[in-house]
């Protein structure tokens, strides 16, 4: 049984930073490409980052491009999102999601590109 999930969301000002961390178990997790995806109230799921299976290829929201760094410990099963510079637009309920669907040298952008999914964590940034 696969099982996906995030920690380290939190409460930070404008400007601070947060590490969210993602431990998938139940599954090959370098073959896995991995997605990071958030959600605010009344929006709707959007692709945050994601990365092949070792890591060689990540792709990038535009509003995330150069604050954000996503990686992977695959000796770990453990995903990771680096977030600067937070923004209040930044706030979200943030999942991580696995996709078996593609190639592990994929970056998948969609979430319905992905089949596991975390139950997310919380990032809020005030003003």
């Known amino acids: 049984q696969v099982q996906v999930a995030e920690s380290g969301g939190g409460l930070v000002q404008a400007g601070g930073s947060l590490r969210l961390s993602c431990t998938a178990s139940?599954?090959?997790?370098?073959?896995?490409?991995m997605g990071w995806f958030r959600q605010a109230p009344g929006k709707e799921r959007e692709g945050v980052s994601c990365?092949?299976?070792?890591?060689?290829?990540?792709y990038y929201t535009d509003s995330v491009k150069g604050r954000f760094t996503i990686s992977r410990d695959n000796a770990k099963n453990t995903l990771y999102l680096q977030m600067n510079s937070l923004k209040p637009e930044d706030t979200a309920m943030y999942y991580c999601?696995?996709?078996?669907?593609?190639?592990?040298?994929?970056?998948?952008?969609?979430?319905?590109?992905?089949?596991?999914w975390g139950q997310g964590t919380q990032v809020t940034v005030s003003s």
């Open positions: 139940g599954l090959s997790f370098v073959d896995y490409p």
């Open positions: 990365i092949s299976g070792r890591g060689a290829f990540t």
């Open positions: 999601a696995a996709s078996n669907r593609y190639t592990s040298y994929s970056t998948p952008r969609n979430p319905t590109d992905y089949e596991y």
